[in-house]
């Protein structure tokens, strides 16, 4: 009977400080829960060019590997762009830290001239990317103060016609903000900090 209570009495004093000082299992489950792309088809998006942009999901083949395509940019003779607006209105300050864009041209159309991707934010090109047949390509940039996101795909050629640019990855990073406590004489005080 002593001997039951010696370990009650101190188990039941472990068992309710051990949450208290490493509360991990619901931080954690937070931190992943924040750092959950979201996806850019669902930022308010319009088309644009002579050619194609649609949102079609659809398992492709590029280089002999399989990617679940979102959507694609069929340029044709000519272009196809997809602008969206990632800046919500009722926000002074852009939530997302970068956007990761992957895509490439399907295996079955080897003799499809190559097409130039040029992502433009805010209206500025700055990225260009060539893809052929059977190539991937993957392009990350910081959309921190950035409202405006657009994809653009050109026709290498101005007599033959481009196949479609499959997008496999377009997903917007969030900014995470965490907590960093600091223990002063005083106490605790929380200080947020921007990674």
Do not use: H, W
Request: include cysteine; glycine fraction near 6%; charged fraction near 20%.
């Amino acid at each position: 009977m002593q001997k039951n209570k010696l370990i009650s009495s101190v188990l039941l004093p472990i068992a309710v400080i051990i949450p208290i000082l490493f509360p991990l299992g619901e931080t954690t489950a937070q931190n992943q829960k924040k750092m959950r792309p979201t996806s850019l088809l669902r930022a308010k998006c319009v088309k644009s060019g002579i050619g194609s942009a649609r949102k079609q999901k659809l398992n492709v083949s590029i280089g002999k590997a399989v990617y679940s395509s979102k959507f694609y940019l069929g340029p044709g003779y000519r272009s196809a762009a997809l602008t969206c607006k990632i800046k919500p209105n009722n926000r002074p300050q852009n939530v997302f830290q970068s956007l990761n864009l992957g895509f490439g041209m399907r295996d079955n159309n080897p003799n499809s001239p190559g097409v130039q991707v040029r992502l433009y934010l805010d209206g500025k090109p700055t990225e260009t990317v060539n893809v052929a047949p059977k190539q991937v390509a993957n392009i990350s940039v910081n959309v921190n103060n950035v409202s405006n996101v657009a994809i653009e795909a050109t026709c290498s050629s101005s007599t033959q016609y481009c196949s479609r640019v499959y997008i496999y990855d377009a997903d917007l990073i969030k900014t995470t903000s965490t907590i960093n406590k600091n223990t002063t004489q005083k106490g605790t005080r929380e200080v947020p900090t921007d990674q």
